[in-house]
């Protein structure tokens, strides 16, 4: 087994900070995130035994998500202290991720004004098969 | 057309050196970060828009539907719940594994990896059960919206917890004849895996509320 004992000579290269205090630091912090999050879910679990009108339901848990997703980002994936490359990468991702939830929506909405009461996942009656053709009838097949 | 060049034939050129891409362990000065970070984001910028593109079906699908079930009407809330907490306490098993090889402690970065390894094989057991519940009672994708925007975006996460966890076996595996071989490289290793695995359990928490509680 190989064990390394940190030591200043061995320290890691990565733009963190690894000294065995920055560290311990940042374990207590991982832990206080883990809590906050498992607190969090059992809000959401709760809040939703209350079988809420949907739009209040939406609301609650999309905040509540929103809350923890932000916990997971800043302090696990450790963007509170990310390069700035990173945000650049991002922010261009947000971006094009709200255009893909917007777009189809907003046509949605187009289409409810073209043609009221119209519904997506409604099954369609089965086509109508055309009546045969007197030349295909003539023709043998 | 190929066009075939053989870089041993020209003089002064070294085939190896033409091809090899280095592996920088160190952050770089323009960018601020090491090559694995920066290509593990984009590659995780890609995975948002892939997800995205079912967040906003099931979005487009549900707001035009008359009728749609309310999740906790059809899915399995105490198994998706179990599911959740195991999924956020495998994120901090995984960053507890790399704060410990930054510490210098492979035993105990090991033990780490090894519980999410565990969580992850625990997340997959209990959808596999889910799942079986739902075939029993003949809830298949051809069932109505619902079940299959339910089955593809759950089978796609759960395919990305099956990918995680190949790349969590292999690191435990080679972990010691990395860590002896280059310390900083190995730490990178499961420093961007762990940011994979955080961006799964990030897609689980909005997932879960959608699917099951709305």
Redesign the interface.
Known sequence: ???????PE?Q?????D?S?EA?KR??RK??Y??YA??VL?GV??WV?TF?LP?HT??II??I??GV??SL??AF??HLIS?????FA??L??VF??GM??WA??HH?YDAEREWPG?????KKPAAATPAPSPAEHSSGH | MTAHVDLHAVPGHDAHHEIEIPYTVHPRPDTGVYNGKLGIWLFLASEVMLFGALFSTLILLRTSSNHWPRGWEELNIPLATLNTFILIGSSVTVILAWANLRLGQLKKAKIFLALTLLCGLGFMIIKSIEYASKFQHHHYPSTNNFFATYFVMTGLHGLHVLGGMIVFAYLLLTADKWYAKHRDQFTNRVEVTGLYWHFVDLVWIFLFPTLYLL
């Open positions: 087994m190989t064990e390394h004992a940190a030591h061995e890691l290269h990565d733009g963190h690894n065995p560290v940042e374990i991982y832990l995130v883990f999050l498992a879910t959401t679990v939703s079988h949907i339901a939406v848990a999309l509540v998500a923890k997703g997971v980002a696990f994936m990310e390069r700035k490359l990173i990468v991002l261009l991702t094009f991720f893909l939830i189809p929506w949605k119209y519904d997506l996942n409604a």
